[in-house]
């Protein structure tokens, strides 16, 4: 809108300019003269102030209707007194020398300009509630007495069974009654390992089943589920991040309101003085000056700055606001799994039993798990592979569903699982490798044994990978005075030993998906402002309730759509970027808005003749000048913001 209108009133103003006898006298120049030339500026800046300036008019009411003033509010003021000013004055009314069509041209296609290039900078971030639903199958197969019939998800009823094949998503809330699979959830708790889920389990909608096919009886639909629930939150929380007002907003409102309070008193006061056409003259130029040019490109100029320059760096701002409160944020609120940590399992630690070495224990191990696609497969492979072993041939491959995976190894039966497999052998692993596991258990380590015809031969720990570039996150945001915390579903002493090793100030652990929303609100209610960092659908509510919602560009639509900023690599240094940009930024900001009104609160008493009596006062033609070379400043001063460092790698 903003674009479309734009280019139509530049168009528009060149011949309003050009004809405008004020610019003709200022620029020494004398514009051609023919029947009809002297109603050019005024048809065509009524059309420029109808359609061009439609948006503040419009904007201009409703906040004047909820007692908000701002920038919409003061330009729609400048440009409805300028245009029933120079209307007065094409039609001879009054006898007022009133020429504004060529400013009420210009103020409109600058401000449609500044609009366009903010809105072109931060898009919508509106999307998280299409991206929700977005995670729903559009069909499910519905299981009837003759077979399975599809059906679209909106005909689904509570009690009917659904068919849910391997690497389909559930269509709603619902409980297996037939069937064993394992399911990804990570879309809905963020957390990476799959989940086992067997008939009697509750499994929710969004979901995958990544192996198997299970038969489930639907439980919720629509609004009901846990899905709707989290839309409902999201919802909630974007509406209660939503009512700050941003710094260019209250600058025009300041403005407002002394342009007002300037335009009354010199009305009266020149009134007074016996001089109803000066009063006029001078309450109008004031009116129409009180709305700076600057004042419409000072925060869309440092704004499209910041945005293109955050963008070099990997972080793509999608809120205004955003931008402008990072610099105030008391602590940064980690989701843990793939934000700190890497969200894949990584080989810790191995440990032999009745002299089998860790090579030999490593490399067996990864000859059984070569042929599993699982996370926790391929980690064991890849850490055999990262230390050069010699990883023997296996064959005869098997998935042991829920327990572990057999294979045959040189002749021998090598069985790889964790302690479900060992209680259904009824085997206990010796004294000397259960003080190694006890440890690694106590850090919520997964542990694998690896078994050869059910004697144990050791054990191996597996945990969620932490990012190196997290310690100097961590380390860097609490050097600039911001605290770190650290939220995930892990239990306690896996969540602990992750926060230790980060240094991390404040751990909140084994917090239900539904529930991080509420540690937001609860650190907002200790009077800290919050940024909080996720990447999964059970972040969003949390993303959109924080003063800043940071999301992970690896992690899910919806925690990106909910969220202001969002970072295109898992960096998480990338956030120290924010901040400091946020910060270098906000002074550009001030620095621009203390030029533009500055140059009103100087000019506008000037405009109203505090200082006729001696002979000094500003003129209609030479505040428009002045307001020109204002805008010029406020641009060159953006440009510095280019100057900041911002990528991850020169953060510190």
Request: glycine fraction near 10%; aromatic fraction near 6%.
């Amino acid at each position: 809108m903003f674009k479309n209108r734009f280019w139509v009133t530049l168009a528009l103003s060149l011949p309003v300019v050009y004809f405008s006898p004020m610019v003709g006298h200022l620029l020494g120049y004398m514009a051609p003269v023919f029947p009809g030339s002297n109603w050019i500026p005024p048809v065509l800046g009524t059309i420029i102030f109808l359609y061009g300036g439609q948006p503040f008019l419009t904007g201009g009411l409703k906040e004047l209707k909820s007692r908000r003033p701002g920038m919409m509010l003061l330009i729609g003021m400048a440009i409805s007194v300028a245009f029933v000013a120079s209307w007065a004055t094409s039609l001879g009314i009054g006898g007022f020398d009133l020429d504004f069509w060529w400013e009420l041209a210009l103020l409109v296609a600058i401000m449609l300009l500044g609009h366009w290039i903010e809105m072109r900078a931060l898009g919508s971030a509106q999307g998280a509630l299409d991206a929700l639903a977005a995670l729903l199958p559009d069909e499910a197969e519905r299981v009837t007495d003759s077979g399975t019939e599809t059906v679209n998800v909106s005909e689904l009823r509570a009690g009917d069974v659904v068919l849910v094949r391997s690497g389909a998503r559930m269509p709603a809330d619902g409980t297996v009654i037939d069937g064993q699979a394992e399911f990804d959830e990570s879309m809905i708790t963020g957390e990476s390992k799959t989940v086992t889920r067997t008939p009697g389990d509750q499994v929710i909608a969004g979901t995958v089943a990544t192996d198997n096919a299970v038969r489930v009886r639907v439980t919720a639909i629509g609004e009901d589920t846990a899905l709707a629930g989290i839309q409902r939150l999201v919802a909630e929380a974007q509406a209660s991040s939503s009512k700050a007002q941003a710094l260019a907003d209250r600058a025009a409102a300041f403005l407002f309101y002394f342009a007002a309070v300037a335009g009354i008193i010199t009305f009266i006061a020149w009134t007074l003085l016996g001089s109803v056409p000066d009063a006029v003259t001078r309450t109008v130029t004031v009116l129409v000056i009180a709305c700076p040019h600057a004042l419409g490109l000072a925060i869309p100029l440092v704004i499209a700055i910041s945005t293109e320059q955050a963008a070099r760096a990997g972080v793509l701002i999608k809120n205004r606001m955003a931008l402008e409160r990072m610099r105030t944020v008391d602590v940064v609120l980690f989701d843990k799994t793939g934000t700190l940590t890497k969200g894949e399992p990584e080989l810790k630690d191995a440990a032999g039993a009745d002299g089998v070495s860790r090579n030999q224990l490593l490399a067996l191990a990864a000859a059984v798990e070569s042929d599993s696609e699982h996370p926790v497969a391929r980690a064991v492979v890849r850490a055999a592979q990262g230390e050069s072993l010699d990883i023997p041939q296996a064959t005869g491959f098997t998935s042991l569903t829920g327990r572990g995976v057999r294979a045959t190894v040189d002749g021998r039966s090598i069985q790889v699982g964790g302690p479900a497999l060992l209680r259904e052998l009824g085997i206990t692993e010796p004294q000397e490798l259960s003080r190694a596991t006890r440890v690694w258990m106590d850090r919520g380590a997964a542990v694998l044994h690896v078994l050869d015809d059910g004697k144990v031969l050791g054990a191996v720990s597996l945990e969620d990978a932490v990012r190196s570039e997290s310690r100097q996150a961590v380390r860097a945001l609490q050097d600039r005075g911001v605290k770190v915390a650290m939220i995930t579903g892990d239990a306690k002493q896996v969540a602990h030993a992750v926060g230790s090793e980060l240094g991390i100030d404040e751990v909140f652990a084994e917090v239900l998906p539904a529930d991080k929303d509420k540690k937001v609100a609860e650190l907002q209610a200790r009077g800290l402002k919050v940024a909080m960092v996720g990447d999964g659908v059970n972040d969003a509510p949390a993303l959109a309730r924080a003063e800043v919602g940071i999301a992970i560009g690896a992690g899910t639509d919806v925690a990106m759509e909910s969220a202001g900023v969002v970072l295109a690599g898992n960096d998480p240094r990338a956030v120290l970027s924010m901040v400091d940009l946020s910060r270098a930024s906000y002074g550009k900001m001030w620095q621009n808005l203390v030029w533009a009104t500055g140059y009103n609160v100087l000019a506008v008493p000037l405009a109203a003749g505090v200082l006729a009596f001696a002979g000094v006062s500003l003129s209609p033609a030479a505040g428009a000048v002045l307001m020109s070379a204002s805008t010029i400043v406020v641009a060159l001063n953006a440009q510095l913001l280019r100057r900041v460092k911002l990528s991850p790698a020169h953060v510190r």
